[in-house]
Nanobody, 123 residues
């Protein structure tokens, strides 16, 4: 398994941007598909974005398509989530996750999770 540590969360205003990072341990990062999920208070964890091994395949939730961009740097063992035009409904704890398969929208497909980073968007 791989250990994941997220960073980059914070308190921003509507319309601002943030970039989340997720650093992975180990030397096999390039063999993991990666995903970003989020969980708001009182809600279930939901899919945000996922990316394939090389970074050429990426998938997004409809709610973030056109505003968020997922990317990865295999040399740095890091996956990123660039979040633009943030809305109050983007407020949540954001988690990155890893799995040894194709990128997926389903949290149950992922076997390794980070501890999460809080994103709060103030209107």
């Amino acid at each position: 398994q791989v250990q994941l540590v997220e960073s980059g969360g914070g308190l921003v205003q509507t319309g601002d941007s943030l970039r989340l990072s997720c650093a992975a341990s180990g030397r096999t990062f390039s063999s993991y598909a990666m995903g970003w999920f989020r969980q708001a208070p009182g809600k279930e964890r939901e899919f945000v974005a996922s990316i394939g091994l090389s970074g050429t395949l990426a998938y997004y939730a409809e709610s973030v398509k056109g505003r968020f961009t997922i990317s990865r740097d295999n040399a740095r063992s890091t996956v990123y989530l660039q979040m633009n035009s943030l809305k109050s409904e983007d407020t949540a704890v954001y988690y990155c996750a890893a799995q040894k398969a194709v990128p997926s929208r389903h949290p149950d497909d992922y076997h390794s999770w980070g501890q999460g980073t809080q994103v709060t968007v103030s209107s």
